[in-house]
């Protein structure tokens, strides 16, 4: 199937996420004079009556001329593309329309041309033949970038492959850019205030899919979709979104690359509950004054996931949704976690010299719903009010949670704060008294931790008698549970 389309759902989706941006009407020609259409609705674009000139002396096509096609007093038009042709810049201004045919666009810019913008569609416009993409403008990092622009809420469909004449990427401003099929091209997708819906894992080649501005959306469609494109900023130096969704759930298969400095932040939302993992971990990209920029989580009844190496700096806050720390980390600025935020996971926070790890409120799960785990904390815990510790045992004898600190456990004044007992699948204690350290702290623990905390047990374990209490101990804080 040539062509992926977007569901009800995604359209939906779309209409709602998409920014209104208003922006000044670029020039879309330069060189030689752009050529017009004249061919109606249904043409050849090899037509030689298809297109005129300002001056009118044009018999036909010129290959590497830019084109406008203006509109046409309503309704679709289709152009048949019989064979490969070269074109500097396309201007598509009215109509919605549609590339079709045995043939193939080559979009040519000149280096350093301006305005290198190769494509522009103010309406939607399908494109069903394959495109190739030589030269433009040397940007992010000294690669080549083609200019495509898009229009408020309109789409702009590549269901073809996208190949390279030399390495080269696409920069795409305003407007929605779907991708449906394998592409070959290696430069990356380089997004201004727009959207990028990947209907294939490899929609977008294999380079890097930068959020060059302060807003952008990634969509999946079709299904859940894991990527080998490195999601990455710009050089930031305040907040920036990224916006995360679609129609399933989103992995990064390679690095995610963070560059920046402080106060800037990114700023992660993950719409419709779903989970983006971060499988290769997060990277820091050197350079200038870096301190690399912090994250933040803003997704109520979605997932972030971390793995392996987490190398930014910044600080990072749990404001909404469940991010599961199953990396590493080094020399970070400070956690805090926030309701309704979770914690969850079997990672390690590293944490610079007096920084700390603030569990303000929200809660900590350590594996995760129905999982056993630890989460190891190198710096100090503090504890908030409001603050909510989902505990599970397992079916071996001291499998429990744990929150494990190098530093020390702090309780913000007048903190209560309290333990929800669960069991994973299948668990049963034997009757008797069993206990288990549900944090511990090596630089020490405050007398009245465990008596400013409360016990509540999962209503199906109440109901088999279990019962249970806090009890201090040196550099630990035990949970005792009870039995019948």
């Not at 500097?88 to 045995?102: C, E, H, R, V, Y």
């Amino acid at each position: 199937m040539d062509s992926l389309p977007l569901s009800k759902s995604l359209r939906k989706l779309l209409a709602l996420i998409v920014p209104a941006i208003a922006f000044a009407l670029l020039p879309a020609a330069y060189g030689q004079a752009p050529l017009k259409w004249q061919g109606g609705a249904e043409g050849s674009w090899n037509d030689d009556s298809a297109w005129i000139s300002d001056t009118g002396d044009v018999s036909g096509w010129i290959e590497g001329s830019a084109a406008i096609l203006p509109g046409l007093g309503g309704g679709d038009f289709t152009i048949d593309v019989p064979s490969k042709f070269t074109a500097s810049s396309i201007w598509f201004q009215k109509n919605p329309a549609t590339l079709q045919g045995a043939g193939s666009l080559l979009l040519k810019v000149d280096p350093g041309a301006k305005p290198a913008q190769a494509l522009r569609s103010d309406s939607p416009l399908t494109v069903d033949i394959p495109v190739q993409l030589d030269g433009g403008l040397l940007e992010h990092g000294g690669q080549w970038q083609t200019w495509m622009t898009g229009s408020k809420d309109k789409l702009l469909t590549i269901n073809k492959e996208i190949s390279e004449v030399q390495p080269t990427g696409i920069s795409f401003a305003f407007g929605t850019l779907v991708l449906n099929v394998p592409s070959s091209f290696s430069g990356g997708v380089a997004l201004n205030n727009s959207i990028v819906v990947l209907g294939n894992d490899s929609g977008a080649g294999s380079g890097p899919i930068v959020m060059a501005s302060q807003s952008n959306t990634l969509l999946a469609a079709g299904g859940d979709r894991t990527i080998k494109n490195a999601l990455s900023t710009t050089w930031i130096s305040a907040e920036v979104k990224w916006t995360i969704g679609g129609e399933g759930n989103l992995t990064v298969a390679v690095p995610v690359r963070f560059q920046g400095k402080e106060p800037a932040c990114v700023s992660i939302e993950i719409l419709d509950g779903r989970t983006l993992t971060f499988a290769a971990g997060i990277s820091r990209v050197e350079g200038r004054d870096s301190v690399p920029p912090g994250l933040r989580l803003t997704s109520p009844g979605a997932t972030l996931v971390l793995e392996q190496e987490i190398a930014y700096t910044g600080p990072t806050t749990i404001e909404g949704g469940r991010l599961v720390m199953n990396g590493t980390s080094e020399a970070q600025k400070s956690w805090k976690l926030v309701s309704p935020g979770v914690l969850a996971g079997t990672g390690t926070i590293g944490l610079q010299e007096e920084e700390e790890c603030f569990l303000d409120s929200g809660s900590l799960s350590p594996g995760g719903d129905g999982s056993v785990g630890t989460i190891n904390v190198h710096g100090d815990l503090r504890i908030g009010a409001g603050f909510s510790y989902l505990w599970n045992f397992g079916s071996a004898a001291d499998a429990g949670d744990c929150l494990v600190s190098l530093g020390r456990l702090k309780m913000e004044p007048g903190t209560q704060w309290k333990v929800i007992v669960s069991a994973t699948a299948g668990a049963a204690l034997a009757s008797g008294t069993h206990r288990w350290p549900v944090i511990t702290a090596q630089g020490g623990v405050p007398e009245d931790a465990a008596k400013s905390g409360a016990v509540e047990i999962d209503p199906a374990l109440a109901s088999r008698g279990y019962s249970g209490h806090l009890e201090a101990a040196e550099g630990r804080i035990d949970l005792v549970l009870n039995a019948n």
